[in-house]
């Protein structure tokens, strides 16, 4: 079966640090982000890494917080997460984009997400 | 803040035709990037609607398609049902952030 599956999430204090990871299965490799909601708002792309990890982009928000990686002999994705705050309280997916191919640009479309986790930045 | 921009809410009757559109700039829609759309139920993970612009996926419904032209692209949904009340954003990539950007997104509402 085709399918994502994020884990990882959970109360995190200020200042924490945080490592989610997503399992894909049923594909071969493919670009991957993290794409995150918090509490009532809408979507926020975070982070993309390429299909053989060898480009990484980041929002700006996140960026030198955040460090996206993978582990192709694990088919599974990473999201390391530090310095956090509660502006990073959001329900985290992981999708899988479209694009085979490892560029620089690793953002295409997100065609297979998965069911996301729930990180809650508090005292 | 997201560099893409959606109206908050659109509203039809059923049967209705509705458009959402989605208001980018010069570094990404205009760039010539796709548009792509997704429906999101409450408290489930978006789902892929339109990629490409105006493609649909397997199984998404022809009531749904797309378009873009410039530096905007428009979700239409041709003969509203109840089903279709839930969130739609779009998202594309920003070459000068070098970010994928998703819009504000919009609440469907059928009267």
């Known amino acids: 079966e085709v399918q994502v599956v994020d884990s990882g999430g959970g109360l995190v204090q200020p200042g924490g640090s945080r490592r989610l990871s997503c399992v894909a299965s049923?594909?071969?490799?493919?670009?991957m982000s993290w794409v995150r909601q918090a509490p009532g708002k809408g979507l926020e792309w975070v982070a993309g890494?390429?299909?053989?990890?060898?480009?990484?982009n980041y929002a700006g928000s996140v960026k030198g917080r955040f460090i996206i990686s993978r582990d192709n002999s694990k088919n599974t994705v990473y999201l390391q997460m530090s310095s956090l705050t509660a502006e990073d309280t959001a329900v985290y997916f992981c999708?899988?984009?479209?694009?085979?191919?490892?560029?620089?640009?690793?953002?295409?479309?997100?065609?297979?997400w998965g069911q996301g986790t729930l990180v809650t930045v508090s005292p | 803040h997201s560099v893409l921009t959606q109206p908050p809410s659109v509203s039809g009757a059923p049967g209705q035709t509705v458009t959402i559109s989605c208001t980018g700039s010069s570094s990404n829609i205009g760039a010539g990037f796709d548009v792509h759309w997704y429906q999101q139920f409450p408290g489930t993970a978006p789902k892929l609607l339109i990629y490409?612009?105006?493609i649909r996926p397997p199984g998404v419904p022809g009531r749904f398609s797309g378009s873009k032209s410039g530096t905007s692209a428009s979700l239409t949904i041709t003969g509203l049902q109840a089903e279709d009340e839930v969130d739609y954003y779009c998202q594309s990539y920003d070459t000068s952030l070098s970010e994928g950007v998703f819009g504000t997104g919009t609440k469907v509402s059928v009267l």
């Open positions: 890494i390429s299909a053989n990890g060898a480009y990484t």
């Open positions: 490409d612009n105006n």
């Open positions: 049923g594909f071969s490799p493919y670009a």
């Open positions: 999708a899988k984009d479209r694009l085979s191919a490892s560029v620089k640009v690793v953002v295409y479309y997100f065609d297979l």
